[in-house]
């Protein structure tokens, strides 16, 4: 929907953006944060997209290539560009 602004649900027209989305204690969502030199780096908010005729909602991570994957407890980085050979041998 980001790209398209159609629903791939229901294709509907009207999307509403959400640039920083927040938990319940009006914090933003964040996957990491990291403290800079020259002021705070953030990476990992949350935007989201929303379709008003049905409520399909995409979220999406912003700065996503500067996430430090190793320091986020229990993430795993999933590489689908790997070969992982045919299934059928």
Same mark, same amino acid.
């Given at each position: ?12 027209r ?7 989305? @927040?938990?319940? #204690? /009006? ?12 002021? &705070? +780096?953030?990476? !990992? ?6 379709? @008003?005729?049905? #409520? /399909? ?12 994957? &190793? +320091?986020?407890? !229990? ?9 992982? #050979?045919?299934?059928?041998?």
């Amino acid at each position: 929907m980001r790209t398209t602004l159609r629903c791939p649900k229901c294709q509907g027209r009207k999307i509403i953006h959400v640039p920083v989305v @927040r938990d319940n #204690g /009006y914090n933003r969502l964040m996957i990491e944060y990291r403290m800079g030199f020259f002021g &705070d +780096q953030e990476y !990992g908010e949350f935007e989201s997209y929303i379709c @008003r005729a049905c #409520g /399909y909602a995409e979220m999406y991570v912003k700065g996503a290539p500067a996430i430090n994957v &190793d +320091q986020i407890d !229990g993430a795993t980085l999933l590489d689908g560009e790997k070969d992982v #050979g045919h299934p059928y041998r």
